[in-house]
């Protein structure tokens, strides 16, 4: 039994030496870094929309910072743009627009513009500091318009800042006065108002001084510094002293006053 235990033993013995004789495994290199991540795509989800350049829209600078497409689409652009685009396109053509929706409204914030007949572009690029120089308040003339609405203008985040009128001209006011401004100025709706703006090859518009239903029911918009424009239907209350406004259609501008001579 003694000699039959000791071939046991030593192959015992063999097989746990063999065990430990092993290499031991090589430890693992350094990680390898991760795959980079792809750029993301600005244009991956930025509608395009091809459409006919139907009519400019202008602001009362007399620069060109919208167009309209004849399926209904508003187009709005930054305006130190103006020149580049209007010698890139002409109504009438077919462009094509990517840029940005705003929800709940056909507008269309445009990145980038491009007709397609002649392939030339126009994208959306800051300005250069300084290029367009300050702007010249007595290029702004007294003006006045009336006529119903046509199309209510509205900013890229969805505030109104306009109306289009039938006669093609623009009446324009400060956003945050939209909101109130907005149940007397739907489609369909008359509208007088006078303010201070610029005519052009592309159109007319003008910033709002006052504005309403009818000539006589103007409401002045900037009735002085902190004060809120007064809603329609509340009797006015004292008036203080006012400025020089704008004058009505066809009346000619007040003469200026002589300047008293040197004491």
Known sequence: ??????????????????????????????????????????????PTVTGRLQQ??????????????????QVAFA????????????????VQVGGWRTPGLPVLRANSVTATASGRSVVDTPPVPGARGPRDPGAL??????????????TDRGDANGVLLDGGSIVRFPPHLGTMLLPGLQVGAT????GWGSRSAQGSALEATAIGPTAQAMQELFAGPGVAPRPRGEPRGPRGPRGPQ??????????????????
């Open 1 to 46: 039994m003694r000699q039959l235990q000791r071939p046991l033993v030593l192959a015992t013995l063999l097989l746990a030496a063999g065990a430990f004789a092993q290499p031991a495994p090589t430890p693992p290199g350094p990680l390898a870094p991760p795959p980079p991540l792809a750029a993301p795509q600005a244009d991956a989800a930025m």
């Open 56 to 73: 400019w829209l202008v602001n009362p600078n007399g620069e060109v910072d919208g167009f309209l497409l004849a399926d209904g689409t």
């Open 79 to 94: 305006p130190h743009l103006s020149a580049e685009l209007l010698q890139t396109a002409s109504l009438g053509d077919t």
């Open 141 to 154: 003339t007294a003006m006045s318009a009336s006529g119903r609405v046509t199309r209510v203008l509205y």
């Open 246 to 263: 704008p004058p009505m259609a066809g009346q000619p501008l007040p003469p200026t006053p002589p300047t008293p001579p040197a004491s």
């Open 191 to 194: 509208v007088h108002a006078r």
